[in-house]
């Protein structure tokens, strides 16, 4: 049954290093190495990464792989039981589930049909990948070329600015409480749309989300959790949500 208190919760989550271990951009091309992986690493930088991952997979396509050979690789991507279990736990609190990732629709789906998690979400906000008549996969900007720019003055890409979209979410209804949970310099915006005290910001530690809280003091007006591993996720989870848990790890740390 779910919670009796902030019963009314939106818990969003980043994917790539958040909900999986692994960046599904560079899992997915690496994995197929070669010369397209080759391109992936050297053109770092020198291109808007979304336009990037569409012109490999174009040229992936070009050399004979297949849909399917991307499901396969995907399917491989690690997803820490405690994750998933996480996930599972929130769901049957009753709070409402949704990820805003720079990854894409595609393999987002693809890993979460793979786990059983698909239906736990109410909404996936990433870029949109559609596969045409011949089988190619193509990834589009979620925020593109054709609207005018976001002029975020946040660390957010041209192609999503996270903390417009989190704040979309907390405009559609009241909610008791809103945890963003998040690893990179791009869940910094998000994180600080969070209000005081009720809200609560979940940092992978040692990562660049973490850095950019510390190298803005003040910014962050919710509380902040940081978490080392799944493992520490799921404890935090139990934590928040009010429901017992045996072994609470010690490396979990607050702000």
Same mark, same amino acid.
């Given at each position: 049954?779910?919670?009796?208190?902030?019963?009314?919760?939106?818990?969003?989550?980043?994917?790539?290093?958040?909900?999986?271990?692994?960046?599904?951009?560079?899992?997915?091309?690496?994995?197929?190495?070669?010369?397209?992986?080759?391109?992936?690493?050297?053109?770092?930088?020198?291109?808007?990464?979304?336009?990037?991952?569409?012109?490999?997979?174009?040229?992936?396509?070009?050399?004979?792989?297949?849909?399917?050979?991307?499901?396969?690789?995907?399917?491989?991507?690690?997803?820490?039981?405690?994750?998933?279990?996480?996930?599972?736990?929130?769901?049957?609190?009753?709070?409402?589930?949704?990820?805003?990732?720079?990854?894409?629709?595609?393999?987002?789906?693809?890993?979460?049909?793979? $786990? &059983? /998690? !698909? *239906?736990?979400?109410?909404?996936?906000?990433?870029?949109?990948?559609?596969?045409?008549?011949? %089988? +190619?996969?193509?990834?589009?900007?979620? $925020? &593109? /070329? !054709? *609207?005018?720019?976001?002029?975020?003055?946040?660390?957010?890409?041209?192609?999503?600015?996270? %903390? +417009?979209?989190?704040?979309?979410?907390?405009?559609?209804?009241?909610?008791?409480?809103?945890?963003?949970?998040?690893?990179?310099?791009?869940?910094?915006?998000?994180?600080?749309?969070?209000?005081?005290?009720?809200?609560?910001?979940?940092?992978?530690?040692?990562?660049?989300?973490?850095?950019?809280?510390?190298?803005?003091?003040?910014?962050?007006?919710?509380?902040?959790?940081?978490?080392?591993?799944?493992?520490?996720?799921?404890?935090?989870?139990?934590?928040?949500?009010?429901?017992?848990?045996?072994?609470?790890?010690?490396?979990?740390?607050?702000?």
């Amino acid at each position: 049954m779910p919670s009796s208190t902030a019963s009314k919760r939106l818990v969003v989550f980043d994917f790539d290093w958040t909900l999986i271990e692994a960046d599904t951009d560079i899992w997915v091309i690496q994995g197929q190495g070669g010369e397209v992986a080759r391109q992936q690493e050297a053109l770092y930088g020198t291109m808007q990464w979304t336009d990037l991952q569409d012109q490999l997979l174009g040229q992936l396509y070009d050399q004979g792989i297949t849909r399917q050979d991307l499901e396969t690789s995907l399917r491989g991507i690690p997803f820490a039981p405690e994750m998933a279990a996480a996930l599972r736990l929130i769901k049957s609190q009753g709070a409402e589930l949704c990820i805003i990732s720079d990854s894409n629709s595609f393999y987002i789906d693809t890993v979460l049909k793979n $786990h &059983g /998690l !698909d *239906q736990l979400f109410s909404k996936i906000i990433t870029n949109p990948c559609h596969f045409d008549t011949d %089988g +190619r996969p193509h990834v589009t900007r979620l $925020h &593109g /070329l !054709d *609207q005018p720019p976001h002029h975020c003055t946040m660390p957010c890409n041209v192609n999503l600015c996270k %903390g +417009r979209e989190l704040q979309k979410l907390m405009d559609s209804q009241t909610w008791d409480q809103v945890i963003y949970m998040g690893d990179s310099t791009n869940d910094f915006c998000p994180s600080t749309r969070l209000a005081a005290h009720t809200d609560v910001v979940l940092a992978r530690a040692n990562m660049l989300l973490e850095k950019e809280i510390k190298s803005h003091p003040g910014a962050i007006k919710a509380k902040v959790v940081y978490w080392n591993s799944p493992a520490d996720a799921i404890a935090v989870i139990h934590t928040l949500f009010g429901v017992p848990c045996r072994d609470i790890p010690s490396t979990i740390h607050r702000a």
